[in-house]
């Protein structure tokens, strides 16, 4: 793991797997995962469509993130969090994270990402900055509830989470907008 991996300082846990029909893992975003917000031509902020399987034995709820380490702003940009997801279920759909949370299942809710909105922002990486790489991950968690309120930030959410992470998933993304 590389300096700027977010999960380099976290305790070792059980990994298990997340897969996407919408972004496939050391790919590219599609156009559709670009954010429409920050003006990227073609963006449309759709959150991935996401599966996983083989979550470690004691799951009771599961984290969504998306994170951009490369982004230049000395703590890197949260895109999209997402808590409280029962543990019966194992995928989200495409557009889940938009405006309401329309496609996430009942008792999961949405924090603010990094540009103040509760929902899915796209990737936008400030044009000739180079490629940047978005954490896609799922967590596994030992509780039902993480306890966090919604109006809590994804960095609370993530230090809530630091002792009751079971298992994690991830996939890599990556975007870049031309100079």
Known sequence: MSANDPFARHPEVASFTVTSTTVTDGAAWSPDQYSGIFGVPGGKDISPQLSWHGAPEGTKSYVVTVYDPDAPTGSGFWHWAVADIPAAVTELPEGAG???GSGLPEGAFQLRNDAGAARFIGAAPPAGHGPHRYFVAVHALD??????????TPAVLGFTMFGHTLGRAVLIATGETPA
């Open 98 to 100: 938009d405006d309401t």
């Open 143 to 152: 509780v039902e509830s993480i306890g966090v309120p919604a109006d809590a």
